[in-house]
């Protein structure tokens, strides 16, 4: 903990806008790092993190996906390819497909 608040205070000399804690999932030091900081505190989504809501009582400002999305979809599209290789069938393709509309909503502005 004396090392992330030591960078932090580095990081607002430096002119920083805010503290990106990786790896920060215990209630208490995340308490302690917003506490002593002095700079907003963002957080990657880790295993025994707390909810979003507690984040965010807890005074975390951004919460991140780091690469764990990323690292769900290619672990779901080398599954479909391993079916596929091994099938010849585009059948489990095209159950997994997402419609091109659909797609295409996503990159859309509201």
């Not at 607002?12 to 805010?18: M, N």
């Not at 990786?22 to 302690?32: F, H, I, R």
């Not at 672990?75 to 079916?83: E, F, L, P, T, Y």
């Not at 091109?100 to 509201?110: E, V, W």
């Amino acid at each position: 903990m004396a090392e992330v608040l030591k960078r932090a205070a580095l990081y607002k000399a430096a002119g920083a806008g805010s503290l990106f804690v990786p790896g920060l999932s215990k209630v208490d030091e995340t308490e302690a790092v917003v506490a002593g900081a002095g700079l907003p505190v963002n957080v990657m989504d880790w295993p025994g993190l707390p909810s979003a809501e507690a984040l965010h009582r807890l005074g975390v400002v951004r919460l991140s996906a780091g690469s764990g999305i990323p690292q769900a979809l290619w672990a779901v599209a080398a599954d479909v390819a391993k079916g596929f290789l091994a099938s010849g069938s585009a059948g489990p393709l095209a159950a997994k497909a997402m419609a091109y509309g659909d797609l295409q909503a996503l990159f859309t502005k509201a």
